[in-house]
Structures are given as structure tokens and as C-alpha cells.
């Protein structure tokens, strides 16, 4: 058996195992990002439960690939968005390391245009798109849209790895 | 023995071990973060070398505490340098939370306070009144700018357990 790890960053996130039987089935588990409300100032902000992601994480091993979506710094953001997309980024490397998980970071277009979606466009219908790629190619579950990047990014590494059965 | 963890995340930080042995004898080690120069763009930036900083890392354990520096968002700052910050502090999470070393988050001011230096001032002033601070309370070891804070946060996180022999 095969495992590909597919991995959505940021708090509302999620990762997904794409299981590979040496029968030729297929199985798909998804995680969303374990994460806590905590106040912050006068409103709530989600945090990372980062004992609970671990612990996630140890109990989807062993991965024979993670695929983690690489994040920058982008020009026009705001400082706080900035800081939580490094510190997401952040975490998830240090996970993998630790845990000895083997990991690769593959941007965004890359692994969409891996899938056959288009590499570009308007985020909303980016988005969409990733969703309807994602329930088609597993039609028996229902897959939300905030969690279909992390579906099909684990498709993404599994085809690259020769593996697809797309 | 105790062991007590001091870390400064960040590509020019630190971290610092503050031995407490059985016999009242101390010791200190101090290790600056392992990283590599990547080329971006035309230039040179510094990254983190994951996997020798958890190798390190877990050379240190058993841990009594780690103290890690506190980081967030401030505005002004470029996203950049945010994003840095985010993924330093993120990485460092990961990495204890994997590694099951116990720590707390503690505030620049807290810390200080605590080690007897003054919370606040010009940043080149109190960087320069921790360096002191450590040097004096390590007389026999060549303690650098960079290293001053990761060593004072180690005796910070000592102090407040009960075990600073300050």
C-alpha cells in the first residue's frame, strides 16, 4: 500500500491521505486543521490545536510523500495575514520534519496544472473548479470546498510519484 | 539534573541550554539555529535547516522547560519579514509540540523583567544591556550579541521555576 499525503496549510485548512491498495483500490480520508477559538483582543481567532494535529499526523503514518502547498509572502497583504501564513507554513514543516514524514513543497499552479486544472484565474472560480475536480474524481463522498485543495493535492502527488490511477 | 531551554527564534537567533546539575553546578551550551544561504532571486537569503535544527534539538532532551520568545504581527513591518517571523515561531512549535519538549511562550518584557533588566527602552540599548547581563552571569564563556537573548531566556525560564541560582 501507498500513501500520499496532500496538505492544505493555514487554519482553515485541511490535509488529506490518498490510500493506494496493492488491489488497485483506492481510499481517501480528510482532515480538517484541528484548531481552537481563542480570544484574541475583543473578537475569537482560530488557532492551530497543534497537540491534536500531531497526533493526527503520527496516526496517518507511514507516508510514502507529503505534498505541502508552498506559501510566500505576498506584496499587498496585511502584516497579520502575513504572520499567520508564515507561522502555518512554519508548523507543518517542523511536523513533518520531526515526525520523519518526506515531504516536498509544491506551489500552487503546479500542482493544479498536475491535475489538469488550470494553473491560473480568478480565486473564486479556482476554487470552484479545484471542488467539482475533487468530487468527480471521488464521487461516493462529499467533499467541501475548503477542504478539495487538500484532495487534490495529495492526487497531484500521488500522479507525479506514477501512482495516480486518475 | 535540570535542563532549561532558552530559544531566540528566528534565522539570527539562538537557542540555550541551562544545565542544573544535582551538586549545584551549572553549565551552559549554547547553539546558534542551523541554516543555509538559499539564493532568491538575485540575492542570498538565510533559511532554516530543519533537519539539523531537530537533530540538535533532540540532542538537548530530556528538557525540564522551554521558554520560547513570544512573536506576533506588528504593523509597519513588511510582509516579508512577517512571514519569517510567522514561520520561525511556527517552526519552532512544530518541532517541540513533535518532540514532546514541554514550553511556554513568554513575552520579551516578561523575560527581561524577570532576569532584572528593564522591559522596555531603545532596542539597541537593551540588546546591548542583555548581552552584559549574560556575559556577567557566564563570566567564563565569550557569550555574542546574537546569542545574549536565547542565554537570559534559558535563566529566565530557570528563575521562574524555582531553580535560578541567580
Redesign the interface.
Known amino acids: 500500500m501507498r500513501r500520499y499525503l496532500g496538505i492544505d496549510p493555514g487554519v482553515s485548512g485541511a490535509f488529506a491521505v490518498l490510500h493506494l491498495l496493492d488491489t488497485g483500490d483506492q481510499a481517501l480520508t480528510v482532515h480538517p486543521i484541528p484548531c481552537d477559538w481563542i480570544e484574541v483582543g475583543g473578537g475569537k481567532r482560530r488557532r492551530y490545536n ?2 491534536a494535529l ?1 497526533k493526527a499526523l503520527v496516526h496517518t503514518t507511514p507516508i510514502s510523500l507529503a505534498y505541502l502547498e508552498l ?7 496585511g ?2 495575514s ?14 513533518l ?3 520523519g514524514i518526506p515531504y516536498m513543497l509544491v506551489a500552487p499552479q503546479r500542482w493544479r496544472s498536475r491535475v489538469g486544472l488550470p494553473a491560473g484565474g480568478k480565486k473564486k472560480a479556482i476554487k470552484r473548479g479545484v471542488c467539482l475536480a475533487a468530487c468527480r474524481r471521488f464521487p461516493g463522498m462529499a467533499i467541501p470546498l475548503e477542504h478539495s485543495d487538500a484532495v487534490m493535492i495529495a492526487v497531484a502527488a500521488a500522479l507525479e510519484h506514477g501512482n495516480g490511477g486518475g
Open positions: 497543534l497537540f500531531h506559501q510566500s509572502a505576498r506584496p499587498g497583504q502584516v497579520v502575513m504572520f499567520s501564513t508564515g507561522f502555518g507554513f512554519g508548523v507543518w514543516q517542523g511536523l520534519t520531526a515526525i
